[in-house]
């Protein structure tokens, strides 16, 4: 959906950006699988809504921000998480040394050759915001865990059952068994302001609850995927840290304002450029998920693209802006209402579009069967079309990530192979292929260790040459064990991933 070489380089920039760090923890031993994880429906469960606060003179704070703060921890929780995970160790050297193999035969080899099975800790925050036990917090703090306790600010444990997530606005919902807890109002992320002083409140690096104070550095920051699919992030400078993740970002009123996810750091600590889901959007994530068990969106049909001034010049257009349409989906509610490619979607419903990740955003939260009205640019003109949006099924929803449909490749990113790209990996002008640019560390993938920067050249003996062979090459894979030629820095070689 986006340009695909300024997308995988926010794939390398990716590397910077430390949204699992912030659940990070520790690695243990085996574990066996929690019968009580799975995606639950639930009745309506009654939320807290901030109800348009008068503003705020920081005047009233003549002696700090305790009246804000302290309200607000104890609605604050710290969420441990297990998993299990397959981890491929490559053998050692000495143990293929054809001496030593003589005397004590292949069975470090064969040791080295199987996945190991390991248990793996995190440490992450969540916010309560129903008095009956319903938590808010990020997908990648629970997301694959077979075991998850939560302590509240008096160190009482609980044991929480995931009652829905949501990976591609990193958004997840718990339930504990518990009544009468202290709960966090939900503001309105849509009134916040450049230079607005938020408090980021979590349990960094589990120390405990911490309180942190920033301001709102930028609203509506898109990475173009580098950190979740849909992306609207409040940045600020208040410090985020590894366990602050699903923790609560507040304003001066204490109403919560957006759930903490991510920081950028070129070395792994904070360095004031952090990232919060804003509430918004998290609340209407978690109400579909309360409301279906999952989330439903909207499905417009079309891969789009930024439009930079020079794709600007090129089109007709007087200046950059808007989405550009590289392709439509056949037999899509883009198709049946005439969009084509190379049409230029500059507003929805009335609304200038900023860019692809703005479209993206907003046809995602329209519920299917909606008729949206979209002004294009097509041929130096402007005309208006009236779309009625379709639902966005599982198979779409991963097409449009570039993840592959098989049960092996889950998990797995992938983008065309560039010139540039190939230059970068350090790969001869001949190669062809898809690039690697994300792959869960929990996936069979990553156990067979397939790596981001990787060239997948073929799937199953058929070469792919870009994404769409990549996807036909898998399509009828299932739930078989897929072989892949792999080209890893100008070498090729040969992984087979076994479905789990």
């Known amino acids: 959906m986006r340009n695909k070489t300024a997308s995988v380089r926010r794939g390398m920039f990716a590397a910077f950006v430390v949204a699992g760090l912030l659940a990070a923890g520790l690695v243990g031993a085996r574990v066996s699988h929690w019968s009580g994880r799975g995606v639950l429906g639930a009745e309506k469960v009654p939320l807290k809504i901030a109800r348009d606060p008068a503003p705020v ?16 921890l104890p609605a604050v929780v ?33 040791q080295f050759s199987q996945p190991q099975t390991e248990r793996e800790y995190s440490l992450g925050s969540g916010v309560i915001v ?31 059952k995931v009652v829905g997530t949501d990976q591609r606005t990193d958004v997840a919902v718990l339930k504990i068994d518990a009544t009468a807890l202290p709960t966090l109002a939900l503001g309105d992320s849509s009134k916040l302001k450049v230079g607005d002083v938020v408090f980021a409140i979590g349990d960094p690096f589990g120390v405990g609850e911490t309180a942190t104070m920033g301001i709102v550095s930028a609203t509506g920051r898109a990475l173009g995927g580098a950190i979740e699919h849909y992306e609207d992030f409040i940045q600020t400078d208040a410090s985020i840290n590894p366990g602050n993740s699903g923790g609560a970002l507040i304003d001066l009123h204490g109403d919560l304002i957006g759930i903490n996810t991510a920081i950028i750091s070129g070395g792994g600590g904070n360095q004031g450029v952090g990232f919060a889901i804003p509430i918004d959007l998290a609340r209407n994530v978690m109400e ?10 909207g499905h417009l049909g ?3 693209q930024s439009v930079d001034p020079d794709m600007a010049k090129a089109f007709g257009l007087s200046q950059g802006g808007g989405a550009l349409v590289g392709d439509v ?14 049409d230029v979607i500059l507003e929805l419903n009335g609304q200038a579009v900023s860019g692809p990740d703005d479209l993206s955003l907003r046809i995602s939260q329209t519920p299917p069967g909606t008729t949206i009205h979209l002004k294009i640019f097509r041929d130096g003109k402007t005309r208006d079309v009236a779309v009625t949006l379709d639902e966005l099924s599982e198979k ?21 192979l560039t010139p540039e790209i190939g230059r970068e990996l350090g790969l001869s002008p001949t190669a062809n292929g898809v690039v690697v640019t994300s792959v869960d560390a929990s996936s069979p993938a990553a156990a067979a260790d397939l790596r981001r920067g990787d060239v997948i050249e073929e799937v199953n003996r058929k070469p792919v040459r870009d994404v769409e062979q990549y996807r036909q090459a898998l399509a009828g894979s299932g739930n078989q064990a897929v072989l892949l030629l792999v080209n890893r820095g100008g070498q090729t070689h040969y992984l087979v991933v076994q479905p789990e």
């Open 396 to 416: 779409e929803a991963a097409a449009a990530a570039g993840e592959a449909v098989s049960a092996a490749m889950q998990g797995v990113q992938v983008e065309n």
């Open 288 to 297: 579909q998920i309360l409301d279906h068990g999952k989330v439903v969106r």
């Open 130 to 160: 129903n008095p009956d036990g319903y938590i808010l917090t990020n997908n990648h703090v629970v997301g694959g865990a077979t075991d998850i306790e939560v302590f509240t600010q008096g160190r009482r444990k609980y044991k929480a």
């Open 329 to 342: 989906t056949s037999d899509s509610p883009a198709a049946k209402a005439g969009i084509e490619r190379g």
């Open 57 to 72: 003179s920081l005047a009233d704070f003549k002696n700090g921000f305790s009246s804000v703060i302290d309200p607000a």
């Open 78 to 110: 710290n969420i441990s998480s297990t998993k299990v995970v397959k981890r491929q160790y490559n053998m050692p050297d000495m143990f293929s040394d054809p001496f030593f193999r003589q005397f004590f035969g292949d069975q470090f080899g064969r």
């Open 302 to 304: 079309v891969a789009i």
